[in-house]
């Protein structure tokens, strides 16, 4: 059964959006580990929230149920696992943050149209839903920070790729800080999917320290992230 957000009286606007929680990527390890460090010491805020990662689905619109369940598992039973690449930082001069572009666009394309005739995202198509695909390392910085953290980054930031063969389904707790709930496999990868935590890629309990109304650590495995 999964456990939702109660007390929201904290949340800003926007993050109640996210309230029954997404699916998105997450990198393997041997990613995570490269790009977490550089997400957690440019923009903390950002970190505390979530790890790096690939949005994909629209914010759900129901409680998660087994039937639910099945149908996405039944979805993405269908799509074939496929490579992503990303590699040099990106930022704009008319909007703040920088990203790691990521392709190839289309087989995300095709996952997100497959995903969201799920009825778990019946309703108005959520507006950020179109966005190309994109690994954040810091979004709450200003333009001018963004433009000249690119620059120091371009020649030491790392790049690489990896096999996308899961979406992993997150959900905020009260404090707006995604804790992992399961995982869903793209092409049968691993028989049936589960949002039991017990199953792969677990989120452990932590000891969470406070950095101002954020968490400084979060684990998958045997992954940790400090801020």
Not at 42 to 56: G, L
Request: charged share 25%; aromatic share 10%.
């Amino acid at each position: 059964m999964v456990t939702y957000a109660k007390d929201t009286s904290k949340w800003e606007d926007w993050q109640r959006d996210y309230r029954l929680g997404l699916l998105l990527i997450m990198p393997p390890q041997e990613v995570s580990e490269k790009t977490d460090p550089l997400r957690a010491k440019y923009d903390p805020q950002s970190h505390a929230i979530c790890p790096t990662h690939i949005s994909v689905s629209d914010p759900l619109r129901h409680e998660m149920t087994p039937a639910l369940q099945e149908e996405i598992h039944h979805i993405l039973g269908s799509i074939k696992p496929f490579r992503l690449h990303f590699d040099k930082p990106h930022a704009s001069a008319e909007r703040a943050g920088i990203t790691y572009p990521i392709s190839p666009q289309e087989p995300i394309d095709n996952l997100k149209q497959a995903l969201h005739a799920a009825a778990i995202f019946a309703g108005q198509v959520y507006r950020r839903r179109h966005i190309p695909a994109h690994m954040t390392l810091a979004e709450f910085i200003s333009i001018e920070d963004s433009l000249k953290l690119c620059a120091q980054l371009q020649d030491s930031a790392p790049s690489g790729s990896f096999l996308c063969d899961r979406l992993e389904f997150i959900v905020p707790d009260d404090n707006f800080q995604f804790q992992r709930k399961g995982a869903f496999f793209l092409g049968n990868a691993q028989e049936g999917s589960t949002t039991d935590p017990i199953q792969a890629r677990k989120l452990n309990p932590i000891k969470y320290v406070r950095h101002g109304n954020f968490c400084r650590s979060w684990r998958l495995s045997h992954e940790t992230y400090d801020l």
